[in-house]
Each structure stands twice: as C-alpha cells, then as structure tokens.
C-alpha cells in the first residue's frame, strides 16, 4: 500500500471516528428529550479514593454557605462555567444548593439550563463528600463542571 493510500485511510478512520463521536451526543440529547417527562438522574459513588475531608477522624465542616465555579471544556473546545452555591451543616449534608450555568446561548446553555432543574434534588440531603454526579436530565458535561465547584466547596469548607 502507498504511503498516500495509508494517509487517505487514517484521514477516513479519523473522520469517521469523530462523526461516531458527534452522533452518539445528538442521539442522547433526542433521547433525553424524548424522555423528558421522567425523573432527573444522577448517579452517586462512594468515591474510589478516600475524599480529603474523610482523612480526619471527624470528617467536620465549618458549618455555612459556600460558593464556587466549575468548569468543564465543550467537544468544540470552549471552556464553560457553572457557579454552585451549597448550604452545608456542620456534618457535610447538603441543606440546600443553587447551580447557575454561565453558558450564552447554544448546546451548552440548554443543557445547563436542563442540568439545573434536576440537580437540586439530587444533591439536597445527601453528604458532600459522597456526590459524584455524572449525568442530569441528559446533560453530562455539565455535571463535569459541578464536580469541578464542590470539590473546591470541600476544600473551603473543611474544619
């Protein structure tokens, strides 16, 4: 086979590799639009490191409000914001949160706007240091971003 052979079927694997990638995000948002009327998900794990805050024998919170930005980068390369504001208590539960995506306009902002109605109450009651979120109401990027910000809440929030 002729190196320009060679190029020509890297070139077509490439594309067709990216064009796989593409897809596979437009079927899931059409999916997830198609069961909007279900119930938000995210999925939590205990986390497969020991989190900072489980190091101490208390694992204690200064009790209080904290907020944060998280990021996360789009598939099209532009870095996206949410900012999390969580009431904690003293014992790490989340007593109340506000996620506001700072994206403007297109893909990124539908699917924060999507990501905020659903997280609330996923998080709210839960400990801090157990959240490790990976999808809400079809938006998986985001929730990057939002693990991004309560990583950072954790560290603030560390008696």
Do not use: H, W
């Not at 989190?51 to 789009?74: C, I, K, L, P, R």
């Not at 709210?124 to 990976?134: P, S, W």
Request: hydrophobic share 35%; proline share 3%; glycine share 10%.
């Amino acid at each position: 086979m002729t190196p320009t052979k060679r190029r020509a079927y890297a070139a077509l694997a490439a594309s067709t590799a990216l064009l796989t990638l593409a897809a596979c995000g437009d079927s899931d948002a059409a999916e997830n639009d198609a069961s909007s009327s279900k119930t938000p998900s995210a999925t939590s794990a205990a986390p497969s490191e020991p989190a900072a805050s489980d190091s101490g024998a208390t694992g204690a919170f200064t009790a209080g409000e904290y907020e944060a930005t998280g990021s996360y980068t789009t598939p099209d390369g532009q870095t996206q914001k949410i900012e999390v504001e969580v009431e904690l208590a003293a014992d790490g539960t989340i007593t109340s949160l506000d996620a506001d995506g700072q994206a403007e306009g297109g893909n990124s902002e539908q699917f924060q706007k999507k990501f905020e109605s659903g997280i609330d109450a996923q998080v709210e009651g839960r400990k801090i240091t157990e959240l490790d979120v990976d999808k809400v109401s079809g938006s998986s990027l985001t929730s990057g971003g939002f693990n991004d910000a309560i990583d950072q809440i954790i560290s603030q929030a560390q008696a």
